[in-house]
Protein backbone atom coordinates (compact mmCIF):
# COMPACT_ATOMS: atom_id res chain seq x y z
CA UNK A 1 0.00 0.00 0.00
CA UNK A 2 1.98 3.31 -1.20
CA UNK A 3 0.53 6.42 0.56
CA UNK A 4 -1.69 8.74 -1.85
CA UNK A 5 -0.74 12.09 -2.74
CA UNK A 6 -3.29 13.72 -0.07
CA UNK A 7 -1.74 11.58 2.45
CA UNK A 8 1.57 12.56 1.85
CA UNK A 9 0.68 16.31 2.59
CA UNK A 10 -1.45 15.26 5.17
CA UNK A 11 1.08 13.37 7.16
CA UNK A 12 4.54 15.28 5.70
CA UNK A 13 5.54 16.39 9.81
CA UNK A 14 5.38 12.92 10.25
CA UNK A 15 6.92 11.57 7.32
CA UNK A 16 10.39 13.38 7.57
CA UNK A 17 11.14 12.48 11.24
CA UNK A 18 13.35 9.47 10.94
CA UNK A 19 11.21 7.13 13.63
CA UNK A 20 7.96 7.22 11.54
CA UNK A 21 8.53 7.79 8.23
CA UNK A 22 6.66 6.28 5.47
CA UNK A 23 7.09 2.72 6.92
CA UNK A 24 5.77 3.91 10.30
CA UNK A 25 3.35 5.89 9.14
CA UNK A 26 2.01 2.58 6.94
CA UNK A 27 1.70 0.99 10.60
CA UNK A 28 -0.21 3.29 12.08
CA UNK A 29 -2.81 3.54 9.34
CA UNK A 30 -3.34 -0.24 9.60
CA UNK A 31 -3.08 0.00 13.58
CA UNK A 32 -6.43 -0.08 15.62
CA UNK A 33 -6.76 1.25 19.49
CA UNK A 34 -10.00 1.21 21.38
CA UNK A 35 -10.77 4.87 23.56
CA UNK A 36 -12.74 3.76 26.46
CA UNK A 37 -14.61 6.99 27.60
CA UNK A 38 -14.73 10.25 25.51
CA UNK A 39 -14.96 12.41 27.79
CA UNK A 40 -11.93 14.87 29.41
CA UNK A 41 -9.24 12.20 28.53
CA UNK A 42 -10.98 10.80 25.77
CA UNK A 43 -11.53 14.10 23.67
CA UNK A 44 -7.39 14.84 23.50
CA UNK A 45 -6.83 11.27 23.18
CA UNK A 46 -9.34 10.87 20.19
CA UNK A 47 -8.28 14.25 18.47
CA UNK A 48 -4.61 12.89 18.50
CA UNK A 49 -4.86 9.71 17.37
CA UNK A 50 -7.17 10.55 14.29
CA UNK A 51 -4.89 13.48 13.40
CA UNK A 52 -1.69 11.04 14.07
CA UNK A 53 -3.50 8.30 11.33
CA UNK A 54 -4.15 5.83 13.19
CA UNK A 55 -6.51 3.76 10.62
CA UNK A 56 -9.65 2.44 12.83
CA UNK A 57 -10.57 3.99 16.50
CA UNK A 58 -12.91 2.36 18.58
CA UNK A 59 -15.07 4.55 20.59
CA UNK A 60 -16.81 3.08 23.98
CA UNK A 61 -19.35 5.61 25.85
CA UNK A 62 -22.70 5.14 26.67
CA UNK A 63 -23.11 9.07 28.15
CA UNK A 64 -25.04 11.40 25.91
CA UNK A 65 -23.13 15.36 25.90
CA UNK A 66 -24.44 17.55 28.77
CA UNK A 67 -23.25 21.11 28.97
CA UNK A 68 -21.51 20.58 32.42
CA UNK A 69 -19.08 18.66 29.66
CA UNK A 70 -18.02 20.77 27.69
CA UNK A 71 -15.69 22.77 29.96
CA UNK A 72 -13.08 19.89 29.66
CA UNK A 73 -14.57 17.90 26.95
CA UNK A 74 -13.33 19.60 23.83
CA UNK A 75 -14.33 16.99 21.11
CA UNK A 76 -17.99 18.07 21.64
CA UNK A 77 -19.57 21.89 21.66
CA UNK A 78 -22.72 22.97 22.12
CA UNK A 79 -24.85 21.93 19.20
CA UNK A 80 -23.88 18.44 20.45
CA UNK A 81 -25.83 18.81 23.81
CA UNK A 82 -28.03 15.66 24.08
CA UNK A 83 -26.73 13.50 21.25
CA UNK A 84 -24.32 10.43 22.28
CA UNK A 85 -20.96 11.18 23.02
CA UNK A 86 -19.53 8.20 20.76
CA UNK A 87 -21.61 9.59 17.62
CA UNK A 88 -20.29 13.38 18.16
CA UNK A 89 -16.75 12.39 18.69
CA UNK A 90 -17.32 10.00 15.70
CA UNK A 91 -18.32 13.41 13.80
CA UNK A 92 -15.77 15.42 14.78
CA UNK A 93 -13.29 12.61 14.11
CA UNK A 94 -14.71 12.36 9.90
CA UNK A 95 -14.14 15.77 9.57
CA UNK A 96 -10.72 15.50 11.06
CA UNK A 97 -9.55 13.18 8.64
CA UNK A 98 -11.41 10.96 6.63
CA UNK A 99 -8.64 8.37 6.77
CA UNK A 100 -9.94 6.81 10.11
CA UNK A 101 -12.33 4.55 10.08
CA UNK A 102 -14.60 5.07 13.55
CA UNK A 103 -16.45 1.99 15.26
CA UNK A 104 -18.86 3.30 17.46
CA UNK A 105 -20.02 1.32 20.97
CA UNK A 106 -22.38 3.51 22.71
CA UNK A 107 -22.24 1.07 25.87
CA UNK A 108 -21.38 1.18 29.79
CA UNK A 109 -18.28 -1.20 29.45
CA UNK A 110 -19.25 -4.25 31.70
CA UNK A 111 -17.94 -7.80 32.14
CA UNK A 112 -20.53 -8.97 29.63
CA UNK A 113 -19.56 -7.23 26.86
CA UNK A 114 -15.39 -5.94 27.46
CA UNK A 115 -13.88 -8.98 26.19
CA UNK A 116 -15.30 -8.85 22.56
CA UNK A 117 -14.98 -5.19 23.07
CA UNK A 118 -10.95 -5.17 23.24
CA UNK A 119 -10.86 -8.19 21.45
CA UNK A 120 -10.17 -6.90 17.63
CA UNK A 121 -7.91 -3.68 18.87
CA UNK A 122 -4.09 -3.30 19.23
CA UNK A 123 -3.99 -1.31 22.50
CA UNK A 124 -6.22 0.62 24.44
CA UNK A 125 -7.05 3.29 26.42
CA UNK A 126 -8.81 3.61 29.75
CA UNK A 127 -10.31 7.59 29.34
CA UNK A 128 -12.91 6.81 32.32
CA UNK A 129 -13.45 8.39 35.28
CA UNK A 130 -14.17 5.67 38.14
CA UNK A 131 -12.80 2.81 39.44
CA UNK A 132 -14.77 -0.10 38.79
CA UNK A 133 -14.63 0.85 35.02
CA UNK A 134 -10.60 0.98 35.73
CA UNK A 135 -10.60 -2.53 37.28
CA UNK A 136 -12.30 -3.92 35.02
CA UNK A 137 -10.62 -2.59 32.12
CA UNK A 138 -7.31 -4.22 33.68
CA UNK A 139 -8.56 -7.25 34.68
CA UNK A 140 -9.68 -7.85 31.16
CA UNK A 141 -6.89 -6.40 29.34
CA UNK A 142 -4.41 -8.74 31.31
CA UNK A 143 -6.35 -11.61 31.02
CA UNK A 144 -6.29 -11.26 27.00
CA UNK A 145 -2.86 -10.08 26.96
CA UNK A 146 -3.67 -6.82 25.84
CA UNK A 147 -1.64 -4.10 26.35
CA UNK A 148 -3.25 -0.12 27.33
CA UNK A 149 -2.71 2.77 29.08
CA UNK A 150 -4.13 4.00 32.16
CA UNK A 151 -4.86 7.40 33.17
CA UNK A 152 -6.81 9.60 35.69
CA UNK A 153 -7.27 13.62 36.57
CA UNK A 154 -8.15 14.86 39.50
CA UNK A 155 -8.18 18.66 40.39
CA UNK A 156 -4.75 19.67 39.28
CA UNK A 157 -2.96 16.47 38.82
CA UNK A 158 -3.01 13.57 36.11
CA UNK A 159 -1.15 10.42 36.43
CA UNK A 160 -0.89 7.52 33.75
CA UNK A 161 0.83 3.96 33.42
CA UNK A 162 0.81 1.65 30.39
CA UNK A 163 0.78 -2.16 31.15
CA UNK A 164 2.44 -4.14 28.53
CA UNK A 165 1.82 -8.18 29.40
CA UNK A 166 4.72 -9.87 30.92
CA UNK A 167 6.78 -6.83 31.19
CA UNK A 168 5.22 -4.99 34.15
CA UNK A 169 3.10 -4.40 36.94
CA UNK A 170 -0.46 -3.92 36.44
CA UNK A 171 -3.16 -1.29 38.03
CA UNK A 172 -4.16 -3.88 40.57
CA UNK A 173 -0.84 -4.93 41.59
CA UNK A 174 -0.69 -1.23 42.28
CA UNK A 175 -4.09 -0.10 43.93
CA UNK A 176 -5.07 -4.32 44.37
CA UNK A 177 -8.60 -3.30 45.02
CA UNK A 178 -11.26 -0.37 44.29
CA UNK A 179 -12.26 1.37 47.28
CA UNK A 180 -14.91 1.89 48.87
CA UNK A 181 -17.55 4.24 48.13
CA UNK A 182 -17.16 7.44 49.62
CA UNK A 183 -13.00 6.55 50.67
CA UNK A 184 -11.57 8.38 47.41
CA UNK A 185 -13.56 11.54 46.64
CA UNK A 186 -14.43 11.50 42.19
CA UNK A 187 -13.66 14.00 40.15
CA UNK A 188 -16.95 15.27 39.86
CA UNK A 189 -16.68 16.14 43.93
CA UNK A 190 -13.42 17.49 44.11
CA UNK A 191 -13.38 19.28 40.26
CA UNK A 192 -10.84 18.76 37.67
CA UNK A 193 -9.47 21.64 35.66
CA UNK A 194 -9.72 21.23 31.73
CA UNK A 195 -6.05 21.92 30.71
CA UNK A 196 -4.93 18.94 32.81
CA UNK A 197 -7.04 16.71 31.41
CA UNK A 198 -5.99 18.11 27.98
CA UNK A 199 -2.05 16.93 28.86
CA UNK A 200 -2.85 13.83 30.35
CA UNK A 201 -5.21 12.64 27.50
CA UNK A 202 -2.59 13.73 24.73
CA UNK A 203 0.29 11.77 27.30
CA UNK A 204 -2.02 8.67 26.77
CA UNK A 205 -1.97 9.16 22.69
CA UNK A 206 1.68 9.33 22.38
CA UNK A 207 1.75 5.99 24.88
CA UNK A 208 -0.35 4.32 22.16
CA UNK A 209 1.66 6.09 19.23
CA UNK A 210 4.76 4.76 20.47
CA UNK A 211 3.65 1.60 21.15
CA UNK A 212 1.93 0.61 17.49
CA UNK A 213 4.82 2.13 16.34
CA UNK A 214 7.36 -0.04 18.37
CA UNK A 215 9.63 3.52 19.12
CA UNK A 216 11.07 4.99 22.26
CA UNK A 217 10.34 4.23 25.88
CA UNK A 218 6.64 3.59 27.64
CA UNK A 219 5.42 4.18 30.59
CA UNK A 220 5.74 0.23 31.35
CA UNK A 221 6.41 -0.09 35.38
CA UNK A 222 6.13 3.32 35.78
CA UNK A 223 3.65 5.98 36.97
CA UNK A 224 3.80 9.53 35.35
CA UNK A 225 2.56 12.03 37.91
CA UNK A 226 1.59 15.16 36.49
CA UNK A 227 0.97 18.28 38.54
CA UNK A 228 -0.26 21.43 36.97
CA UNK A 229 -0.19 23.95 39.78
CA UNK A 230 4.03 23.70 39.67
CA UNK A 231 4.80 22.34 36.69
CA UNK A 232 5.84 19.51 36.95
CA UNK A 233 6.15 15.73 36.08
CA UNK A 234 7.14 12.95 38.44
CA UNK A 235 8.00 9.61 36.85
CA UNK A 236 7.72 6.73 39.77
CA UNK A 237 8.98 3.49 39.60
CA UNK A 238 6.50 1.24 40.59
CA UNK A 239 7.65 -2.09 42.06
CA UNK A 240 7.18 -5.37 40.10
CA UNK A 241 4.94 -7.75 39.38
CA UNK A 242 2.98 -8.72 42.88
CA UNK A 243 2.94 -12.33 42.86
CA UNK A 244 -0.02 -12.34 44.38
CA UNK A 245 -2.64 -10.01 42.36
CA UNK A 246 -5.39 -11.73 41.08
CA UNK A 247 -5.15 -10.16 38.02
CA UNK A 248 -1.67 -10.82 36.09
CA UNK A 249 -0.18 -13.29 38.79
CA UNK A 250 -0.31 -16.31 36.63
CA UNK A 251 1.28 -14.55 33.75
CA UNK A 252 4.45 -12.71 35.43
Same mark, same amino acid.
Given at each position: MNLTYEQNKRYSRQLVMKEIGESGQKKLLSSSVLVIGAGGLG #?????? /?? *?????????? $????VDVSNLQRQVIHNCADIGKAKVESAKEKINKLNPDVNVKTYKTYV? #?????? /?? *?????????? $?????????????????????HAGVVGFEGQLMTYIPHKSPCYRCVFEEEPKAGDVPLPKEVGVISAACGVTGSLQAMEAIKFLLSKGELLCGYMLIYNALNASFRKIKLPKQNPNCKACAKQA
Open positions: #SPALMY /LA *SAGVGTIGIA $DADEN #SENIAE /LI *SDYDFVLDCT $DNFGSKFLINDYCVKAEKPFC
